[in-house]
């Protein structure tokens, strides 16, 4: 098995890009990314979207984008996992280059989904759920996220404020993001004073839903090293699975496959969670960054909450630096890749006033559903 | 990289599913290959399937699937490629187990395509094409097809007749088909008063929109060969693409994915056409019969349609050896993973009456859209 690199990086802002299409979008950041490498084209474009079809009515986007893109008869198929589109399009660049089939690969997450609005988003959203069993019942992810959220609070003992940091911390960071969809800090106070979206889940517990494209470009670490001056290597790739209803999980906690993609990921690194500087989580729900530093092994089961005030740039464990879903946006079907992004920056030392001083080993981690399927990678330089 | 083996296939017939939803049909083909390799599980499940989100409302299909296959946490996710999905499903199998990353891998493809009826089915399936420049313009798969075997017809001076042996053969070879949803035969004389879908495509030119599961199980051929007595290997696998629109073409009937995908995989198999027994290739229309066997060097230009008489099961070039899209049906994102199985079945001289004589090596070749994107395999004894 080949050992694999990111040489190339690119992105677009992440926010309301109505007046540009999915397959401009996409192209955007695939140009961006080849003009980083400073290199012309590559062998295959895997895209991770979820909602190409139920949104803008256009699937089969990955032919599409590389004709745009300039890459026209080059590999190239969509990957989709839900809002870890964007994370099992890195794996499956990955497993690519590392078997040895493919030099080099375009790893492009690319979302609109604000092309619609309202009720009609919502039923467009949701086709990512149990269709059969929550969706049809008008369950939507913030009301599921609420649920576990509400239960979180009362099995564990504790009070809204408790995800208050998550929140403040993200837009602290995405604040100095210009990329980010939300500049704006949040105020002391304003938290708690947050409209609901699905009681308890508030304004600023969730997400928003954004458009934008981000791209990395994957090649064996024995060529990457004679094409860039610095290679950020994949040294870790993890995935696993779960139930998409949350009615169907053993544990509600448990997270399972959080907790067994992050083990795959770290072991085959040959690194403990003490080497890791920073930690891109999938924050769509302050509840979510909870249950994930539980399941990732970075708190006792109950306490992920506890870890509020060790998560800031300068703090212990990092998360969300570039202010995350919640503040730099979410591109549901991108934001997997921009998580392998943002890392580089980090890595490459070139996070500019997010950058986490002497980043040598990031984990991130691509989530669909509701812990349905996850995908974690481990960078390091 | 490592060479990858079949170990394992299963199938559901291919017709009407109604009384059966997504994720029940893909559970059954998933065990029906476990129960054909004679192994409990696998560690990774690839989805191919195209039309989840617009036709069954469901996307993020692959965890689903995997839990109601009682398969809960292993590695899941969808490849979408249009009707291609389940040949790039089939390649990202095969990349997978190459690599050494993954042991065993299931590769399913599943499409409910026939829960839609109706302009609302068509408008669902036309989200492969390019929304932006065809589909918005009420261009649909037939008609573009229809353009294109218009044109056929004039650049090369050929009749409707021209195209008739490629119907009638994939119907005489379904009707030895349990599993095939239509097993008629085309009497004589019934395919010049067929009706019209878009002039000069007739109902005879076109595939059947269908329902249906198939599943094929990869490992490493290592592995393989202490696991079954007969493992059927990979040894070409290739990957191009196209514009999605056919306006954008430089050729119309160059069916440029197809030419490169076919030399890419005939090269990594280091075969040449002459040791192909059989060639399971796209026949959702007999132009794209005709120019697949032009584009992928089986014939000259302008010529693939006089091949027609030489594509039997006892001839020199068997197709649709089990009635092909046409007559099996066209589980659409299912297409290219019925295609493998039943290579599998010829290779190991199971195929009963559709059984191709002596059958060592065959090619297999999954398009989506009119040649949008190619996934051609070699697989050999």
């Known amino acids: 098995m080949r050992d694999v690199a990111i040489i190339g990086i690119g992105q677009t802002p992440v926010g309301e890009h109505w007046d540009t299409s999915l397959r401009a979008l996409g192209a955007d950041a695939v140009r961006a990314a080849l003009d980083d490498a400073g290199i012309p ?27 745009h893109s300039g890459l026209n008869s080059i590999e190239a198929y969509t990957i989709e996992s ?5 994370g099992a399009a890195l794996r499956a660049g990955y497993l690519a280059v590392a078997s040895g089939a493919v030099e ?22 949701s086709v990512s759920l149990d269709a059969d069993y929550e969706a049809i019942h008008g369950a939507t992810q913030p009301a599921l996220a609420a649920l576990l959220m509400r239960r979180y609070m009362h099995e564990f003992g504790v009070e809204l404020s408790a995800f208050e940091n998550f929140s403040i911390n993200a837009h602290t960071n ?4 210009a990329n980010a969809m939300y500049k704006n800090k949040i105020k002391p106070g304003a938290f708690a004073k947050a409209p609901m979206i699905a009681d308890p889940v508030s304004l600023f517990d969730s997400a928003p839903d954004a458009d934008g494209a981000a791209a990395v470009i994957l090649t064996s670490v024995e060529r990457a090293v004679d094409l860039v001056p610095q290679p950020i290597r994949i040294t870790g790739s993890g995935a696993a699975s779960d139930t998409l209803a949350l009615h169907d999980r053993d544990d509600l906690f448990g997270m399972k496959a959080i907790t067994l993609s992050t083990n795959k990921a770290l072991m085959q690194a040959g690194i403990t969670r003490d080497a890791i ?16 530093l539980e399941a990732a092994g970075f708190a006792e089961r109950g306490d992920g909450w506890r870890l509020a005030d060790q998560i800031g740039l300068e703090d212990s464990l990092p998360i969300s630096t570039f202010g995350g879903l919640k503040s730099r946006g979410n591109p549901v079907g991108a934001a997997g890749v921009y998580q392998a992004m943002e890392a580089v920056l980090q890595l490459r030392g070139t996070a500019g006033a997010n950058q986490v001083t002497d980043a040598k080993v990031a984990l991130i981690q691509s989530v669909g559903g509701l812990g349905s399927a996850v995908f974690t990678h481990v960078l390091q330089t």
């Open 41 to 67: 084209a590559v062998d295959a474009l895997y895209v991770g979207n979820a909602y190409g079809a139920s949104i803008s009515s256009q699937s089969h986007l990955a032919p599409l984008i590389a004709d």
């Open 277 to 292: 500087n920073l930690f891109e989580l999938h924050d769509a729900f302050t509840i979510l960054s909870v249950l994930a």
């Open 174 to 177: 995405g604040s100095k993001n």
């Open 82 to 86: 839900a809002e870890a589109s964007g």
């Open 104 to 125: 080099t690969v375009m790893v492009l997450g690319v979302e609109k989904s604000t092309d619609m609005i309202g009720t009609a988003r919502t039923r467009a959203r």
